[in-house]
């Protein structure tokens, strides 16, 4: 059974930056597309950011060129840097892990979630 463990949340000035971690267990996910995902209050979970097993990436229009996604399968960690911070990116960040790349930014029900990390970002 995997399990799936955010860290790196906290509170920003806009324009900052952050690290979060997604670190692996109970299994090996490197054959896993790995995603960032996130839930600002009162709206839906939204898709940030996919990384496939052999590291192509898949990008939500509002974080391209700011967010950048990498995994370490060494390690079993996915990490999402997030740089130029801005107040709508206040929002809990969810891990995923789906089998198939392909499904992102939808993947199906079910697969691995995180329990979620907060960031808050004032302007």
């Known amino acids: 059974q995997g399990q799936l463990v955010e860290s790196g949340g906290g509170s920003v000035q806009a324009g900052g930056s952050l690290r979060l971690s997604c670190a692996a267990s109970?299994?090996?996910?490197?054959?896993?597309?790995m995603g960032w995902f996130r839930q600002a209050p009162g709206k839906e979970r939204e898709f940030v950011a996919a990384?496939?097993?052999?590291?192509?990436?898949l990008y939500a229009d509002s974080v391209k060129g700011r967010f950048t996604i990498s995994r370490d399968n060494a390690k079993n960690t996915v990490y999402l840097q997030m740089n130029s911070l801005k107040p709508e990116d206040t929002a809990v960040y969810y891990c995923?892990?789906?089998?198939?790349?392909?499904?992102?930014?939808?993947?199906?029900?079910?697969?691995?979630w995180g329990q979620g990390t907060q960031v808050t970002v004032s302007s």
């Open positions: 990384i496939s097993s052999g590291g192509n990436t």
């Open positions: 109970g299994r090996t996910f490197s054959s896993y597309a």
């Open positions: 995923n892990a789906n089998f198939y790349y392909g499904d992102y930014p939808n993947p199906p029900p079910g697969g691995y």
